[in-house]
């Protein structure tokens, strides 16, 4: 499976894969924290999950990887098997509910030390139900770690991915600069780093088209991350 690696031995840590060829890999995280499942609650905002994401990669048969938060997959069962069932997409883990395994991660509320490698594990169990393009690729929320997260994620198999071009996108009230942020950053091997997250991430779905426009205008084609970080 992309990202297994040997159960015991602390994983590694990869921001991009060889700087040759013309491959990007396009990745989606799917947060969800209670605060937000909260939300959805009370009515204080609609969505979480994306769909024009989803319909443009789709339309226009764009690979993307995914990172799913256990309860982003609890909370959105259809979109997480409509994901599934597209080849082009892989799936991948971004933890349970998206608690910091560090401190001072972004103000996130932090994961207890016992329980990161439960937390993991569960949230694999969670995405393995449905299928389609399953990995071992992990992703730390805010990309916060250190050597006793990793450890702690040692029982597990798994290759954690944090990314060389940081889209911006979180919170972000206008579409153009995460299009600079990220066409004036990528290179050939970049792990590019969005979310799927609507409520928190309103303008991606806006800078997207351009995105995709500049990567064909430098010739850079997007790919699964498994391919990006492993090509044949």
Same mark, same amino acid.
């Given at each position: 499976?992309?990202?297994?690696?040997? $159960?015991?031995?602390r994983?590694?840590v990869?921001?991009?894969?060889?700087?040759?060829?013309?491959?990007?890999?396009?990745?989606?995280?799917?947060?969800?924290? #209670?605060?937000?499942l909260? =939300?959805?609650?009370?009515?204080? $905002?609609?969505? +979480?999950?994306? %769909?024009?994401i989803?319909? %443009?990669?789709?339309r226009?048969?764009?690979?993307?990887?995914?990172?799913l938060? @256990?309860?982003?997959?609890?909370r +959105?069962?259809d979109?997480?098997?409509?994901i599934?069932?597209?080849?082009?997409?892989?799936?991948?883990?971004? /933890?349970y509910?998206?608690?910091?395994?560090?401190? *001072?991660? !972004? #103000?996130?509320?932090?994961?207890p030390?016992?329980?990161m490698?439960? *937390?993991?594990?569960k949230?694999?169990?969670?995405i393995?139900? +449905?299928?389609?393009?399953? /990995?071992? !690729?992990?992703?730390?929320?805010?990309?916060?770690?250190?050597?006793a997260a990793?450890?702690?994620?040692?029982?597990?198999?798994?290759?954690?991915? #944090?990314?060389?071009?940081?889209?911006g996108?979180?919170?972000?009230?206008?579409?153009?600069?995460?299009?600079?942020? &990220?066409?004036? =950053?990528?290179?050939?091997?970049s792990? &590019?780093?969005?979310?799927?997250?609507?409520?928190n991430a309103?303008?991606?779905?806006?800078?997207?088209?351009?995105i995709?426009?500049?990567?064909?205008?430098? @010739?850079?084609?997007?790919?699964?991350?498994s391919?990006v970080?492993?090509?044949?």
């Amino acid at each position: 499976m992309p990202g297994a690696t040997r $159960v015991g031995s602390r994983p590694p840590v990869v921001d991009h894969g060889p700087r040759v060829g013309n491959l990007v890999a396009l990745t989606f995280d799917a947060d969800m924290t #209670d605060g937000m499942l909260g =939300n959805l609650r009370a009515g204080r $905002v609609t969505s +979480y999950a994306n %769909l024009r994401i989803l319909d %443009l990669l789709e339309r226009e048969q764009v690979p993307a990887t995914f990172f799913l938060t @256990g309860k982003w997959v609890e909370r +959105y069962p259809d979109l997480t098997r409509r994901i599934a069932d597209n080849p082009r997409f892989e799936l991948a883990n971004h /933890t349970y509910g998206h608690l910091a395994f560090t401190g *001072d991660c !972004y #103000d996130l509320p932090r994961v207890p030390a016992k329980g990161m490698t439960d *937390d993991v594990a569960k949230t694999f169990r969670v995405i393995e139900p +449905y299928g389609g393009r399953q /990995t071992r !690729y992990f992703r730390f929320p805010g990309l916060c770690h250190n050597a006793a997260a990793l450890d702690a994620l040692a029982p597990l198999g798994l290759t954690v991915v #944090d990314g060389d071009v940081v889209s911006g996108d979180p919170f972000a009230t206008a579409w153009k600069p995460l299009v600079r942020a &990220v066409l004036d =950053n990528v290179r050939p091997g970049s792990v &590019v780093i969005m979310h799927v997250t609507e409520a928190n991430a309103a303008m991606t779905d806006e800078a997207l088209p351009h995105i995709l426009a500049g990567l064909r205008e430098r @010739g850079l084609v997007p790919a699964p991350l498994s391919e990006v970080l492993t090509p044949a």
